[in-house]
């Protein structure tokens, strides 16, 4: 391999893709609006694949260390995956770039040619975006070699057409179970971290800087915003943001008492054939009489204790399959009988089985329980102790999602809005055809480019007028009954 001959290629790409850049600037005016959207996503796959053969020759160079002795530098060529410390200041120097996006850049690529060779052959062939690859590398942070080629082979396949939101997400639950020991070695390092930090900011104010567990920040989130909502019903003049600050600084300082609701989805391992060689142990869940279970498709809350026999026996019911080959997924015992693993919460990160299982016993915390399949994360039924029928519906609607909806976006559901995927009339107002979108990409939604279909199990599909898909994956997925294939109006 020849460095002149490799550079003069680099060369040559780097002409024709300014040379196309200079064509669209003179001369792309004629492209109506959808046809610049697709190029746009075109030449990303070519930004992907440069990428990509740039962590690659990143990689390479970082594997040779450089120590200085009396006789002057002295190289030693370690395996790809080693990292000098000195590669993330040259790699800077080179290119240009801080060296903080240097340094992602180094290791990167270093990570992907050690622990993710799958990875990274999506990012050389355009399919993959470097920062889904970041995601993918950061959330199996702690595990071994071993570990992570075994999560390569199952997440690399269909990254590129999961939303990118849910990556950090999809590939937690998959690490968690092919190396359950490592991931919860690596919580308790993590959480060590913990810290809280004041920097001077404008006249009169402070920059205030907390890093803390996922679950204490849910909770003092969730009481922020509910006595931030009493502040403004008071004072009609204090904005959104001036509020939440005020009731901070009161919580943080003052004996006030606030009730906050939490819902968690709470993992449970639900019936399923057993592999060999396993053991199968049934478990009795405990539900209140009180407790109350939300259809999935028409949003009729209905008490347990009404419930027929048959049903309340299948809620009451599971099995759970260990394999005394393989490291179990980390449990944590809520009541006899009862185990959940860790959970997602949309918008903060996710929670340790653990923290889960305290938060339910003891946190002063109205929480509602969302019973899910502890290894593909479907909804089975939401419980909680006073739902009125319409509020029923979107918070069911609102467990499922997650966040909005649209391909990319963050944004938690609590904060969005209820809309129907096929407008109504047309469409029935049942969660089978609502879907949260925030108030921005609600607007994109009705200007008609990219169309939305919804799934039974909670998919949802956009199109572009090209033909163009884009697939987001619901928070937590629902179980379709052959009842409710044709949902009545709610």
């Given at each position: 391999m020849n460095r002149g001959q490799l550079s003069s290629r680099i060369a040559a790409v780097c002409a024709e893709v300014a040379a196309l850049g200079r064509e669209l600037a003179e001369h792309g005016r004629g492209l109506d609006a959808v046809e610049c959207y697709e190029l746009a996503g075109e030449l990303q796959t070519v930004v992907n694949a440069a990428e990509g053969a740039q962590g690659v020759a990143a990689a390479l160079g970082a594997r040779v260390e450089v120590r200085l002795s009396g006789d002057g530098p002295v190289e030693r060529v370690h395996p790809v995956g080693y990292v000098d410390q000195m590669a993330a200041s040259l790699v800077a120097l080179e290119a240009g770039l801080t060296e903080g996006l240097a340094g992602r850049k180094v290791h990167l690529g270093a990570a992907l040619g050690e622990r993710f060779p799958l990875v990274r052959d999506r990012v050389l062939a355009g399919d993959v975006a470097a920062a889904t690859a970041h995601k993918v590398v950061d959330a199996c942070a702690g595990?071994?070699?071993?570990?992570?080629?075994?999560?390569?082979?199952?997440?690399?396949?269909?990254?590129?057409?999961?939303?990118?939101?849910?990556?950090?997400?999809?590939?937690?639950?998959?690490?968690?179970?092919?190396?359950?020991?490592?991931?919860?070695?690596?919580?308790?390092?993590?959480?060590?971290?913990?810290?809280?930090?004041?920097?001077?900011?404008?006249?009169?104010?402070?920059?205030?800087?907390a890093l803390l567990p996922t679950a204490t920040v849910a909770a003092a989130w969730a009481a922020t915003e509910q006595l931030a909502g009493e502040y403004r019903g008071i004072d009609?003049?204090?904005?959104?943001?001036?509020?939440?600050?005020?009731?901070?600084?009161?919580?943080?300082?003052?004996?006030?008492?606030?009730?906050?609701?939490?819902?968690?989805?709470?993992?449970?391992?639900?019936?399923?054939?057993?592999?060999?060689?396993?053991?199968?142990?049934?478990v009795e869940v405990p539900w209140a009489d009180d407790d109350t279970v939300i259809d999935a498709y028409t949003g009729e809350e209905t008490r347990f204790a009404d419930l027929p026999a048959e049903a309340q026996r299948l809620f009451q019911t599971t099995t759970m399959t260990v394999d005394p080959d393989l490291t179990p997924t980390?449990?944590?015992?809520?009541?006899?009988?009862?185990?959940?693993?860790?959970?997602?919460?949309?918008?903060?990160?996710?929670?340790?089985?653990a923290t889960v299982a305290n938060l339910l016993?003891?946190?002063?915390?109205?929480?509602?329980?969302?019973?899910?399949?502890a290894e593909t994360g479907t909804l089975a039924s939401l419980t909680t102790s006073a739902y009125r029928p319409n509020k029923a519906m979107r918070d069911f609607v609102a467990?499922?999602?997650?966040?909005?909806?649209?391909?990319?976006?963050?944004?938690?559901?609590?904060?969005?809005?209820?809309?129907?995927?096929?407008?109504?009339?047309?469409?029935?107002?049942?969660?089978?055809?609502?879907?949260?979108?925030?108030?921005?990409?609600?607007?994109?939604?009705?200007?008609?480019?990219?169309?939305?279909?919804?799934?039974?199990?909670?998919?949802?599909?956009?199109?572009?007028?090209?033909?163009?898909?884009?697939?987001?994956e619901p928070t937590h997925r629902i179980l379709p009954t052959a009842a409710a294939t044709t949902p009545p109006p709610f």
């Open positions: 595990l071994d070699v071993e570990a992570c080629g075994r999560v390569d082979a199952e997440v690399a396949g269909r990254l590129s057409e999961l939303d990118p939101a849910q990556v950090t997400a999809h590939v937690r639950r998959v690490a968690t179970r092919v190396a359950a020991d490592q991931v919860a070695a690596q919580v308790a390092k993590t959480r060590r971290s913990r810290t809280v930090e004041v920097r001077p900011g404008p006249d009169g104010l402070t920059d205030v800087y009609d003049t204090l904005t959104l943001s001036e509020a939440r600050a005020d009731a901070f600084g009161d919580l943080l300082l003052r004996n006030v008492t606030v009730s906050a609701q939490v819902t968690l989805g709470v993992p449970v391992v639900t019936d399923r054939p057993a592999p060999e060689p396993s053991v199968v142990e049934t980390p449990m944590a015992q809520v009541a006899p009988g009862f185990a959940v693993s860790g959970t997602q919460l949309p918008g903060l990160g996710w929670v340790d089985a016993k003891v946190l002063p915390l109205d929480v509602a329980r969302a019973v899910l399949d467990t499922r999602d997650g966040t909005c909806r649209m391909w990319g976006c963050t944004r938690r559901a609590e904060y969005t809005d209820l809309d129907h995927t096929r407008p109504w009339p047309g469409g029935v107002t049942s969660p089978t055809d609502l879907a949260c979108l925030c108030r921005r990409h609600h607007r994109l939604k009705q200007q008609g480019r990219w169309r939305p279909r919804l799934d039974p199990d909670g998919t949802l599909t956009w199109t572009s007028p090209s033909g163009t898909r884009r697939v987001t």
